[in-house]
């Protein structure tokens, strides 16, 4: 592989990980409520989800995808299903108040950010067909198992570094004060773009 391929390469990861998406979402969301720490083991559980995706395009399961299309519409269905759900939970639960200790977050356990930014991530079964695009792209028949796993760990990197950066942002104390006091309208906003997003996968 090439420098310039793989500079390629991960010009398009990182492209791909800033997209606004239910992970950039569930990012901004955990910064809020539960802070930087907790945002980073959520980005990491999100990059574990991207690399899952990026597997299955080196095996291509894009290819599956096309000879049994109603595998894709079950894994669709399946992914629309979850960020639904987790949306009617943000959008119910808004009104209640944000009352925690020194008006500070009350952040899950690592385990369990980490597995929220799993799932958050392979809820999008779509990110796969992107993954096939980028490693047709960029990588040439017979490429070394090495280069693969370097590969993989440039998304891993930019998946993390991004969702951390956004959690980062969105926890600083002004953001979130502002949340706070606004707390009914922004848990809605999530929860309804989060239910576009799911059903935009199922649509598209």
Do not use: C
């Not at 959520?42 to 574990?48: D, E, N, V």
């Not at 119910?92 to 009352?99: I, T």
């Amino acid at each position: 592989m090439t420098l310039a391929a793989f500079l390629t390469f991960a010009g398009l990861v990182t492209f791909a990980a800033i997209s606004p998406g239910p992970a950039v979402l569930m990012a901004a969301r955990t910064g809020l409520t539960e802070g930087a720490r907790t945002g980073v083991m959520l980005a990491m559980g999100i990059a574990t989800g991207a690399m899952f995706w990026a597997l299955a395009a080196m095996f291509g399961l894009n290819l599956v995808f096309a000879a049994a299309p109603k595998l894709l519409w079950a894994l669709k269905i399946g992914g629309a299903g979850y960020l639904l759900w987790m949306a009617w939970h943000l959008w119910r639960d808004a009104p209640k108040p944000f009352l925690t200790e020194d008006a500070r977050p009350v952040p899950r356990s690592a385990l369990g950010a980490y597995r929220l930014g799993l799932w958050t991530n392979l809820a999008n079964p779509k990110a796969v067909v992107v993954m096939s695009s980028i490693f047709l792209g960029t990588l040439q028949e017979g490429t070394p198992l090495w280069v693969l796993g370097l590969l993989l760990a440039v998304i891993f990197t930019a998946e993390t570094l991004w969702n951390s950066l956004v959690a980062r942002i969105f926890a600083a104390d002004r953001t979130r004060a502002r949340y706070i006091s606004l707390k009914t309208v922004i848990d809605r906003s999530f929860g309804g773009a989060l239910a576009l997003l799911g059903v935009k996968i199922v649509a598209t």
